[in-house]
């Protein structure tokens, strides 16, 4: 199982979007990276549900569903897209600040690519920031 942090701005889709629908598609990627990022991905695949934006802070867990579909939003059929469903919703939510803050995550994508709309963590970051959720 590989893990993933995937932005989300909240007053367009927010965490709490995806638990009242019980199983979204995560489409409108249009960064390489992050492109690739999804294609990687595998059902089972676990991911932070980050709140970007507004809030700027990690909030819960969701797991991809379905893996390796294309972008219903792209015409052309160029992009990436997964199925995902919430897990559960982080005991405290982890700031952008706090993870900037910590020495331990300096190398995680979401600082060093703070653009990217889809990174991937580390089985030790994802540890990390668990513990920092009280999790």
């Known amino acids: 199982m590989a893990y993933w942090l995937m ?5 367009a889709y927010g965490w709490n979007d995806l638990v009242k629908e019980g199983e ?8 390489h990276r992050a492109a690739n990022n999804l294609r990687a991905m595998a059902v089972g695949d676990e991911f932070f549900f980050y709140h970007s934006n507004i809030g700027k802070e990690i909030v819960g867990i969701a797991t ?27 005991r405290r939510p982890v700031t952008l600040a706090q993870v900037k803050a ?14 990217l709309s889809v990174a991937a963590v580390t089985a030790e970051e994802w540890a990390h920031v668990l513990g920092m959720a009280g999790e």
């Open 7 to 11: 932005k989300s701005e909240p007053d």
């Open 24 to 31: 979204g598609t995560w489409d409108g990627v249009r960064n």
């Open 64 to 90: 991809v569903s379905e893996a390796g579909l294309a972008d219903p939003s792209d015409p052309e059929g160029k992009w990436a897209a997964v199925k995902v469903k919430p897990v559960r919703k982080l």
């Open 102 to 115: 910590d020495p331990a995550l300096a190398q995680m994508e979401l600082v060093r690519f703070s653009r």
